[in-house]
């Protein structure tokens, strides 16, 4: 079995291929996916094109169905299988960088192409337009909280499980807090530091007590292994954040927060579910990320760092 990784690069050429004998890979009758939510935007979600929680929906829409009822111009290729423009906004290079249209469902970069992707109820389907030159592999972002907690994947609620270096924190305290206000009672406990399957993990600790999960670490290799456009230094004490070419605009020290998330591969080479890291220069900065777990702070951006109470989407733009 492909990595996920793998399988998201070479989906969509699978799906083109077979969409001769499949009738549009994914298409045909059925109910229609209620209480949805579709976002297209440019540069990282700064961006938008089109931001609407009542998009229009037909029976059993695949992802690309619901992108082609409701943004404007949507050119494909392929068969159908990829995207290569919305709105004149085409795929391509931009000052030597390579460009391209990635989505996501409930914050997850999907492992599919998206005419084999079924849109069920309560999806946040998100579509942006960015440079992929520092990763074409940003597995999953934060801009679509409460999701994937509330309805899943592929319209499956998975367990969530609140991981904190201190458990009766402050900070840990906000963070389940926030889970069972929305109706999402969570198990809370340590750091596992495991590969878990078929289940939510939210890492909750300043850098330095929690990075030596196997999964929360890879912020520290940067956004190439990551895909989060924020760096963690080694003894904790200050988070350089990144413009999209992963060059260091700032370099933010005490009271930082950052909430972010990623994935990582076993030794078969296959991925976790998405793990969610909230953390901080130091215990001030993990509140303050703890207490930024909301869908307003969080809404369109890949990851957020908080800087005197104020979230800053990265990549950062500062630059």
């Known amino acids: 079995m492909p990595s996920r990784s793998r399988a998201r690069a070479l989906a969509a050429v699978v799906c083109a291929l077979a969409a001769w004998a ?3 890979c994914g ?41 082609q009822r409701n943004a404007p111009k949507v050119a494909t290729r392929y068969g159908g299988g990829f995207v ?8 391509g290079q931009r000052s030597g960088s390579p460009v391209d249209w990635f989505f996501y469902v409930n914050g997850i970069q999907a492992d599919k192409g998206a005419t084999a992707v079924r849109v069920h109820g309560g999806d946040r389907v998100w579509w942006d337009w960015h440079d992929w030159g520092v990763t074409a592999d940003v597995p999953a972002v934060v801009g679509s909280f409460p999701e994937p907690f509330l309805h899943g994947i592929d319209g ?14 402050a900070a840990c305290t906000s963070v389940a807090g926030t ?6 009672p969570a198990a809370r406990g340590g750091v596992g530091n495991s590969f878990v399957v078929n289940t939510l993990r939210i890492v909750v600790g300043p850098w330095k007590a929690v990075s030596g999960d196997s999964t929360v670490k890879l912020l520290g290799r940067g956004p190439a292994t990551s895909g989060v456009f924020a760096k963690p230094a080694a003894d904790g004490r200050s988070i350089a954040l990144l413009d999209a070419q992963g060059k260091v605009t700032r370099t933010l020290g005490a009271g930082t927060g950052l909430i972010a998330a990623t994935e990582v591969k076993d030794a078969k080479d296959e991925v976790s579910d998405p793990v969610w890291i ?16 909301d869908e307003g702070a969080l809404a369109g951006h890949f990851a957020v760092a908080i800087q005197d109470g ?6 950062d733009r500062s630059g």
């Not at 889970?179 to 999402?184: A, M, S």
């Not at 909230?278 to 777990?293: F, H, P």
């Not at 104020?310 to 990549?315: R, V």
């Open 22 to 24: 499949t009738a549009g």
């Open 27 to 67: 298409l045909g009758a059925g109910p229609k996916a209620a209480n949805t939510q579709l976002l297209v935007s440019k540069d990282f979600g700064s961006q938008p094109i089109v931001d609407t929680d009542q998009p229009k929906v037909g029976g059993s829409d695949t992802v690309m169905r619901l992108l």
């Open 84 to 91: 290569q423009s919305i709105d004149s906004v085409s795929g």
């Open 156 to 169: 499956r609620r998975l367990p969530t499980r609140v991981e904190c270096s201190e458990p009766k924190s």
């Open 179 to 184: 889970l069972e206000d929305l109706g999402l």
């Open 278 to 293: 909230v953390t901080g220069t130091d215990d001030a900065g993990v509140k303050a990320a703890a207490d930024a777990l």
């Open 310 to 315: 104020k979230p800053i989407g990265l990549p």
